[in-house]
């Protein structure tokens, strides 16, 4: 009897390593076609998915920031940071929660596929955006207000003193720190999709959080959860730590705004930076490097098959 002919594009077993680029482009399309779907069919839900991925970006700062606290080299301050800051992707990853610089990433493919339309495609990125923010004040909220070993010293001093660093920076550093965060991170993102076994994906999804905590660069969502604990808790700033707050420096008084050393001023750059290094140096790379032919004999065979 005649063996099938194999298409390696198409057919895979479990021996044949990752995905190829096609197959992974096409599986971000379809997964971005999915999340508009939810957000039109069932956008509590989505919103949901959104305010899950904020909190647990958020339980990632506030581990990272209670085990850096106190390490006097930087180095091994940054790296003890990532360490422990990489589960967070892996969470919501695996159990298919939202973060919006995902969503960027993954949305821009779905356009390019014609999966979704442009329109479509800032709507679910507003709304992931709205999700992923209100589950990360929810959860530095709750941990202000609960207080506890964070208003000890050391603590306080530590997360006053990391947001001042975001917050104080210059607006073209903090953007263009956004863009390298994300190129670390969406490419993890790619290889998730890529990989096969749950071990691999959850190898290749702590390498994206770990690689931009510890270099040190700008993630929108994890920003919110970092200023925002020290900005929540700075009325009490000075009785915890005995130290006064000025006008610069590590004891910077921090605030909401679009200034120097205020919270929008931080998200709407790193934002912005984030959009472009996930969209256009990972996501439409590789949708340019994957085989356009071979992307349409998926597709058809795909709706054969269906």
């Known amino acids: 009897m005649e063996k099938e002919k194999v298409n390696p594009v198409i057919n895979h077993s479990p021996d044949m390593g990752p995905y190829s680029m096609e197959e992974t482009m096409y599986r971000a399309a379809q997964l971005s076609k999915d999340k508009?779907?939810?957000?039109?069919?069932r956008p509590l839900s989505f919103l949901l998915h959104a305010f899950a991925g904020g909190a647990i970006v958020a339980f990632g700062a506030t581990l990272s920031l209670s085990v850096s606290a106190g390490i006097p080299i930087?180095?091994?301050q940054n790296l003890v940071m990532g360490l422990v800051f990489g589960f967070s992707l892996v969470v919501i990853m695996m159990t298919g929660m939202s973060l919006i610089t995902a969503e960027m990433a993954l949305g821009i493919i779905g356009v390019?596929?014609?999966?979704?339309?442009?329109?479509?495609?800032?709507?679910?990125?507003?709304?992931?955006?709205i999700g992923n923010a209100?589950?990360?004040?929810?959860?530095?909220?709750?941990?202000?207000?609960?207080?506890?070993?964070?208003?000890?010293?050391?603590?306080?001093?530590?997360?006053?003193?990391?947001?001042?660093?975001?917050t104080g920076m210059d607006g073209l550093s903090i953007f263009l720190l956004g863009i390298l965060c994300t190129w670390f991170l969406q490419t993890a993102m790619f290889m998730y999709l890529k990989?096969?076994?749950d071990v691999g994906k959850m190898a290749v999804a702590y390498y994206g959080p770990f690689a931009f905590v510890g270099s040190m660069t700008e993630h929108a969502i994890a920003n919110i959860g970092f200023i925002a604990l020290p900005l929540l808790m700075q009325s009490d700033f000075t009785a915890l730590t005995g130290a006064p707050l000025t006008d610069s420096g590590s004891t910077a008084l921090l605030h909401w705004g679009f200034g120097q050393y205020g919270w929008a001023y931080n998200q709407v750059l790193t934002l912005m930076g984030n959009f472009i290094g996930g969209v256009l140096f990972v996501a439409t790379v590789f949708h340019f490097v994957s085989n356009p032919r071979k992307v349409m004999l998926l597709y058809r065979v795909k709706q054969k098959r269906s």
Do not use: C, D
């Open 112 to 129: 390019f596929h014609k999966k979704i339309t442009i329109v479509q495609y800032i709507l679910f990125v507003i709304a992931g955006y």
């Open 36 to 41: 508009w779907k939810m957000l039109k069919n």
């Open 195 to 197: 990989a096969r076994s």
């Open 74 to 76: 930087p180095g091994l």
């Open 134 to 166: 209100l589950g990360s004040l929810s959860f530095m909220s709750l941990l202000a207000f609960a207080g506890g070993p964070f208003e000890k010293s050391i603590y306080a001093l530590r997360a006053h003193a990391l947001a001042v660093s975001k």
